[in-house]
Each structure stands twice: as structure tokens, then as C-alpha cells.
């Protein structure tokens, strides 16, 4: 098969992973800037060029898309899937996955437990919403934040009220969430692909950090499932349509409640804490569907 992989850096761990694991297999495979890809429509030829020459021969593609290049890197999986080409995330999924508050109705209308969360349009009610999300403390989140950027814990009503104001202020859509104190600053990152959970790892923020993001000095060690948290990871990844995708959960007392779905799952953290090969489940699921 011939594989494209979109990635804006070939050096990054996971699009290594995905290059080695594709060759290892007796795969054609290319990294491609996705960011320096031009389109071409018109009727009936989609055409895509990179460094000025057409992309053509491609058997599938495996997107790894920033979240600063949605738009634009959403496109050219479009224009793939316009080719009749495989890619192991549709674009509509892409671009579901990256809108926080669109995931979250997804997900509610198919069932999945969620931390309660309040959206309003910059209402000047801030009060009622912290109490509507069931008081401080309460988890604050900006909409276009990634990696625990734009996260915030707001400790009083006060504290919330002052930051949900300078977000308004500043015309800043945030979501405000409930905070699930027994999960005691850790989560679950479950990786699922094609409906199975293939490994899952428990992500316990650093002292005084309430975010388990390993980018953020968190740490992680490999986890066991119990039957209803598989369940629910392997849900998420099908009500947001995703055949790859990183399911994050917290465990509350009232079972597992879905935070996060996301569509480019990096796959350092969960092979290093399960030891096993994602990078080649991922070409392996690839094969099953060329």
C-alpha cells in the first residue's frame, strides 16, 4: 500500500512511530506537510498538490492535524476523501472532535456520562451558571484550548465569577464544568481503535496540579479497565465516529464520566506506559479496511 501520513513534523515521536511501524509491514509511506498542500476542485477532479507536483497513487492517509491548522488540514482530508482515498479519520469526525462543546452534545444524545457542563452566550448571570454547575469548586475551560491550556480551577464562587467575567470581557467562549473531586487529579486515556481498546493509562497530575496532561509534567502508569469504563471509551469513539481516537475519563462515584475525545491521540504516553505497538495496530487497521 501506498500511506500518507499528514503531519507538519516527521521528527515528532508519533509520526516516527507510524513511518517505522508502516515500513516494518512492506508499506510505501510519506510524510506530508498538509499545511503546504494546495487544492485543486473542480467537477469530477479533486486534485491535491504538494511542492508542485500532484499527490496521486495514494492508498490511504493517517492525519495527524494540529489543532492551530483544523481548518485548513480538514480541507485536504476532505479532498482525500473526495479521491476515494482511506483515512483513518473522516473529516467530519475531525472536525467534531476539535469543537469541545459540539463533542459534548454528541455525546449526551448517545448516552455517555459527562461531567455536568453550562454554555452560555456571555450571559451576564455568572452566579446562576457556577451554581448551575453545581457550585465551587468548578472546572472553567477555554473552547479552542488544548493539552490543558485554557483549563482553569476556580476554587470559590468568587474566583469563578471574577475569571467567567474576563473571559466574557474579552469575548472568550468558555464551558463551565463540575468539579469531580474523587478523581483526585488524575484521568484515564483510553486508545481505541477500530471499536476495541488496545491499551489505557492512568495520568495522575504533578503535586498541586489539578491537570494529569503529560505535557504538563504529569505522570502515567498502565491500567486495567473495569467493564463499563471500556464501554464507555469505546462509545465515545463510536457516537464521534472515530476509528482511531483517545477517549480521556475521569472515574467518579457515579461511574466513568467522558471529558475528551480526541481525534489525533499522541501515541508516545500510551506505548511507553503499556508497552505495546500502537503505531503498528494503526497500520494493521489500515490494512483490514484497503
Do not use: W
Amino acid at each position: 500500500m501506498n500511506i500518507k501520513i499528514l503531519s507538519a513534523n516527521p521528527k515528532l515521536y508519533s509520526t516516527a512511530r507510524l513511518v517505522e511501524a508502516a515500513i516494518a509491514r512492506k508499506h510505501s509511506v510519506e510524510v506530508i506537510n498538509h499545511a503546504k498542500c494546495d487544492l485543486s476542485i473542480e467537477k469530477k477532479k479533486p486534485t491535491i498538490f504538494y511542492k508542485g507536483a500532484e499527490i496521486i497513487g495514494t492508498d490511504a492517509i493517517i492525519p495527524r492535524i494540529g489543532a492551530s491548522v483544523t481548518f485548513f488540514g480538514t480541507a485536504v482530508v476532505r479532498q482525500f476523501e473526495m479521491k476515494g482515498v482511506f483515512t483513518t479519520t473522516g473529516s467530519e469526525a475531525l472536525v467534531c472532535s476539535r469543537d469541545k462543546l459540539r463533542s459534548l452534545q454528541v455525546m449526551s444524545k448517545a448516552g455517555i456520562g459527562l461531567p455536568k457542563t453550562i454554555f452560555t452566550n456571555y450571559s451576564k448571570s455568572v452566579e446562576e451558571i457556577v451554581k448551575q454547575a453545581g457550585g465551587a469548586p468548578c472546572i472553567i475551560k477555554l473552547l479552542e484550548g488544548t493539552q490543558g491550556i485554557g483549563v482553569i480551577l476556580a476554587e470559590t464562587t468568587k474566583a469563578a465569577e471574577s475569571v467567567i467575567e474576563a473571559f466574557n470581557n474579552l469575548q472568550a467562549r468558555v464551558i463551565v464544568q463540575e468539579y469531580i473531586k474523587e478523581a483526585n487529579g488524575a484521568d484515564i486515556r483510553a486508545f481505541v481503535i477500530d471499536g476495541h481498546v488496545v491499551g489505557a493509562m492512568k495520568r495522575q497530575g504533578k503535586e498541586g496540579e489539578f491537570r494529569s496532561n503529560l505535557h504538563r509534567g504529569g505522570t502515567s502508569e498502565v491500567i486495567e479497565l473495569t467493564d463499563e469504563e471500556e464501554t464507555a471509551a469505546i462509545k465515545a469513539a463510536k457516537a464521534m465516529k472515530l476509528g482511531i481516537a483517545g477517549v480521556d475519563m475521569l472515574q467518579s462515584s457515579r461511574g466513568p464520566l467522558i471529558l475528551e475525545v480526541n481525534s489525533s491521540p499522541g501515541l508516545e504516553g500510551i506505548e511507553k506506559a503499556t508497552g505495546k505497538d500502537i503505531a503498528k495496530l494503526i497500520i494493521k487497521y489500515i490494512e483490514r479496511n484497503i
